[in-house]
């Protein structure tokens, strides 16, 4: 079973760069289209970035695009997040997510238990 652990969150100024890592220690990451949302204090949670399970087909929120980079290394069980240029906007809990395709990215199946990223300005 999936069990997604994330980890690199913290307290970074407006400009700065963070990078998240997704670690899944239940090992069942083969075939998983992976993710990460995030929430921000009183928002709904909102997607950020997909890739497919090859690592070929990345997608972004139109608010991270250019800024965020998505990556996997499935040899690890893990998925990246490259944050650069962070905003005080940025600022949330982010969630690691595994769906079944790219099609369920709206309803993830697995979420991890969320990392804080804070930018100050």
């Known amino acids: 079973q999936v069990q997604l652990v994330e980890s690199g969150g913290g307290l970074v100024q407006a400009g700065g760069s963070l990078r998240l890592s997704c670690a899944d220690s239940?090992?069942?990451?083969?075939?998983?289209?992976m993710g990460w949302f995030r929430q921000a204090p009183g928002l709904e949670r909102e997607f950020v970035a997909g890739?497919?399970?090859?690592?070929?087909?990345?997608y972004y929120a139109d608010s991270v695009k250019g800024r965020f980079t998505i990556s996997r290394e499935n040899a690890k069980n893990t998925v990246y997040l490259q944050m650069n240029s962070l905003k005080p906007e940025d600022t949330a809990v982010y969630y690691c997510?595994?769906?079944?395709?790219?099609?369920?990215?709206?309803?993830?199946?697995?979420w991890g238990q969320g990392t804080q990223v804070t930018v100050s300005s």
């Open positions: 997510v595994a769906a079944i395709s790219k099609a369920t990215m709206t309803l993830p199946s697995h």
């Open positions: 890739i497919s399970w090859t690592g070929h087909s990345t």
């Open positions: 239940g090992r069942a990451f083969s075939g998983y289209e």
